[in-house]
């Protein structure tokens, strides 16, 4: 009986492919270090940041009886149109500095439910090319813009990654309704640098929130990158300055009198800080831009009767009210409108920042720098 031959090419054990089967491509991606060589913080900006982040912890304690305000649009996608919104904001901000702590809301990336445009940072030129470096450079160079022009900035946290490259410009985080239940964020959240807003999650329970308060508020160690964006093992100390954002839910609006009273009642029952941010817009305003105008003014009805329970409000709001979807030709975007959520424009947050703060009794404290 013959014995079979096998040519060396067929002796060889077949392998079969166990990675990167959906993956086409990587892409290198700038250190942060270099990044910050690149776009380095000024005295100014540094300043700016560090008083604007202790002005936010002592509203959140009762210690300053000023309101924080969270304004600005949904989502930046261009940045011409957000520097001349945070001009507009910035005399506002001036104007007020007695009763309101005035920061522009300056958000880069977007979590989606299913699918869209992700935000400035990962999808800068609007084309599904994903430049991300370009989005990274553009998003910390517009943050220290609006800090020479003497205006604060926050931000929603979305990717873990991001805050090695813009967190030290940003002087207040929101961690998402999406994202308040998930423990990469709750880690991330324990070690920044500045105070947190963590939202009521979509359902509007306030559980996830309360846990994630509890939980960032702990040491935690974790994987992340360090400043030269080498793979690090990451020890936090635990941030002590989170607080609760009412932003509604599936169920309806959480802003009112009777909901802010049973938050204040959790809060205090789970040892936590009992005041807490009103989200004008999202749920509670039924993603309708215009109610954000109603829910202020139920705060502002609040805080008149004398309620220490609101430390401030978030307002979605921009150059031009509504919100436009992205065209094929982009040479026909409208200035100054967003592309995702809709917002109040300059004239309407104009009128509901003045109607707010003359709720406010007037603070001693009146530096905005």
């Known amino acids: 009986m013959e014995k079979a031959l096998c040519s060396v090419a067929s002796c060889i054990p077949f392998m079969f492919k166990t990675q ?22 000024t005295e100014q900006a540094t300043a700016l940041v560090a008083q604007t982040r202790d002005r936010i912890r002592n509203i959140l304690y009762n210690e300053d009886r000023r309101l924080l305000v969270i304004v600005g649009p949904c989502s930046v996608h261009d940045v011409d149109a957000a520097c001349d919104y945070g ?29 869209g445009w992700k935000g400035l940072i990962n999808d800068p030129h609007l084309d599904n090319s994903y430049d991300i470096n370009t989005g990274l450079r553009l998003a910390r160079k517009l943050l220290l813009d609006l800090a020479a022009m003497g205006l604060p900035a926050a931000t929603e946290l979305l990717d873990p990654i991001t805050p090695q490259y813009i967190a030290d410009i940003i002087t207040w985080t929101a961690i998402g309704a999406r994202t308040t239940e998930s423990q990469t964020h709750r880690e991330m959240a324990s070690g920044l640098s500045m105070p947190i807003g963590f939202k009521n999650n979509t359902d509007g329970s306030l559980q996830a929130a309360t846990n994630a308060m509890l939980a960032a508020s702990q040491p935690h160690h ?32 959480n802003y009112d009198r009777t909901h802010v009273q049973q938050a204040t009642a959790e809060l205090t029952k789970a040892g936590l800080n009992p005041r807490m941010m009103v989200d004008c817009s999202h749920a509670n305003a039924d993603k309708d831009h215009n109610r954000q105008v109603a829910v202020l003014e139920s705060v502002v009805d609040q805080v008149r009767s004398g309620s220490r329970s609101i430390l401030g409000v978030m307002v979605e709001s921009h150059l031009v009210a509504g919100k436009q979807s992205i065209p094929s030709n982009l040479s026909q975007l409208v200035y100054g409108q967003s592309i995702t959520d809709a917002c109040v424009n300059m004239d309407t947050t104009a009128t509901m920042l003045r109607t707010l703060a003359a709720a406010v009794e007037p603070s001693l404290q009146t530096s905005t720098t």
Do not use: C, W
Request: aromatic share 4%.
């Open 222 to 253: 974790f994987l992340g990158i360090n400043h030269h964006g080498l793979a690090s093992i990451v020890t936090t100390t635990g941030n002590p300055d989170g607080h609760l954002v009412l932003r509604g839910g599936k169920h309806g609006p």
């Open 20 to 41: 990167d089967l959906h993956v086409v491509e990587t892409r290198p991606l700038v250190s942060p270090a270099l990044l910050h060589h690149e776009l380095p913080m």
């Open 87 to 115: 001009r507009q904001l910035v005399k506002l901000r001036e104007e007020l500095s007695d009763r309101l702590e005035i920061v522009m809301r300056v958000y880069f990336e977007k979590p989606r439910t299913s699918i």
